[in-house]
């Protein structure tokens, strides 16, 4: 075997083990990229290149082997698992254009997304919950509520940043998570895309270069296509996240303005972001004078039972801008987000009165009455407990209705999975047979601005419907190769 050298540089541990660090370099960068049966690195190898002792390689090996991704032979050496390349493995990582260019993707989005909406069929290409896991019921109740006050919750519009009972609930709520912001530091939102596009729009101008994961969600494409940014693709690993030796690269040789990432509950990968990248990505940001807008629509639905804390928590500089909603974890209908500024709250409040003046004053009212009485934070433990166990589920159905060599995303929240289809099948024309027996996903076309980037990967909500339709769905889809 030719001599394996690490692209990227250990971080010291104060998160994870030594041993732990080495397992997950040596899964990214060899693992992912052997073939059944190969044989792996040996320690003296493993300890040479990382610098490490015999003992710390052996226990990296160790800890892949605890994850079914390594086997061992006596006397032989370390391999990698027939079974692997079909169950284990996640989807590989393709090289993202290097240039910066302008997005045109929109309209293929909404075609593709109209396509569920106009014929009855199982819609798994949607990133919307069923109605069954959210807490509709407690939210009917509390809007029953607020409907018995109607000249407060109707009669009027609310502050363009937002309705303060909810400011302050948020704040509180952010406080919980590590965050320390006035309630009137909040901007509140139509949803978070309302917010990205402020955010966006508070650090650019038309032609400037925006660095985003690869793949990375398509309406975040859609902002930066309407407000003329060029996008920059960072190839982004379906385990750890955004590449950053390949973002400190690019930004060594170009200017780029904004940095906008998805680091939990990635939307379609599904990794959460370790404390260790999370902290070099501020860093990074900062040196270059780059702004750094996070997309936290999924942090309270992590299957973790420890709270992970956001890169807002972890800033110390003032580069996050920090977007989220209650779109996934409450109600999509209620189109209610927020925007927590890295400078001036004012100037995006202006922004926001520009574009609709304020958000609906009862969908607030429901919201803050929500997080107030504990009810939102009740929710969202259950509903996360529900992904894991859906996702895992529809994850072994993929691996065994489709074709063998299929790799699929392990999310550690949401409830989506990304699918690469091994050669020679293509996404587009299987979504197209799908569609004529009555189910539909969203071909990876859509989750980048470069053509055929992905046009062998996939993406499927678990959770779109009951899991009897789910199982039907995936199905259909393997009867299509």
Not at 439 to 450: A, E, I, K, R, Y
Request: contains cysteine; hydrophobic residues 40%.
């Amino acid at each position: 075997m030719s001599e394996y050298k690490p692209t990227q540089a250990l971080n010291s541990p104060q998160e994870e083990p030594l041993y732990q660090q080495v397992g997950q370099k040596l899964y990214q960068q060899v693992i992912q990229h052997a073939n059944p049966d190969q044989k792996l690195p040996s320690l003296r190898l493993v300890a040479k290149q990382f610098n490490i002792s015999l003992s710390s390689a052996q226990s990296a090996y160790q800890y892949l082997i605890d994850q079914g991704l390594v086997m061992v032979r006596p006397r032989s050496g370390y391999y990698l698992p027939e079974t692997v390349s079909h169950g284990q493995l996640q989807p590989q990582i393709p090289a993202a254009n290097p240039a910066a260019e302008r997005v045109k993707v929109s309209n293929l989005v909404i075609r593709m997304l109209s396509m569920g909406r106009e014929h009855p069929l199982i819609n798994l290409g949607t990133a919307v919950p069923e109605p069954a896991l959210l807490p509709l019921d407690a939210l009917a109740k509390i809007q029953r509520q607020i409907s018995r006050k109607p000249q407060w919750a109707y009669g009027g519009y609310s502050p363009s940043g937002g309705e303060p009972l909810l400011q302050q609930a948020l704040a509180q709520h952010l406080y919980q998570q590590g965050i320390q912001c006035l309630p009137e530091d909040l901007l509140i939102t139509n949803g978070c895309t309302e917010a990205l596009r402020i955010a966006l729009s508070e650090c650019t101008r038309p032609g400037d270069v925006v660095a985003i994961e690869s793949p990375t969600y398509f309406t975040i494409l859609q902002q930066l296509e309407s407000l003329g940014l060029k996008a920059l693709e960072i190839p982004t690993s379906p385990e750890t996240g955004i590449d950053l030796n390949h973002l400190a690269t690019m930004m060594s040789a170009i200017t780029v303005n904004a940095c906008v990432v998805n680091p939990v509950g990635h939307n379609p990968l599904g990794f959460v972001m370790q404390e260790t990248q999370k902290n070099a990505l501020i860093d990074l940001c900062y040196r270059h004078g780059t702004r750094l807008i996070e997309d936290v629509i999924c942090l309270d639905l992590a299957y973790a039972d420890r709270p992970l804390r956001s890169l807002r928590a972890l800033d110390n500089y003032g580069v996050v801008s920090q977007c989220g909603s209650f779109s996934k974890s409450l109600s999509p209908s209620l189109r209610v987000g927020w925007l927590l500024p890295a400078e001036d709250t004012a100037s995006a409040t202006a922004r926001k009165f520009q574009n609709n003046v304020s958000v609906s004053t009862p969908c607030q009212l429901s919201v803050a009455y929500m997080l107030e009485q504990g009810v939102y934070q009740r929710s969202v433990r259950k509903i996360a407990s529900q992904h894991k166990l859906r996702v895992h589920q529809t994850r072994e159905w993929v691996l065994r209705y489709f074709p063998s060599g299929t790799r699929v995303s392990l999310p550690e929240a949401g409830f989506v999975l990304w699918v690469e289809l091994p050669e020679p099948f293509m996404a587009m024309p299987l979504h197209q047979k799908a569609l004529g027996k009555g189910v539909m996903f969203l071909p990876g076309d859509v989750f980048s601005p470069t053509s055929d980037l992905y046009s062998r990967y996939l993406r499927i909500n678990c959770c779109a419907c009951p899991e009897e339709e789910v199982l039907e769905g995936i199905k259909r889809i393997g009867r299509c190769f």
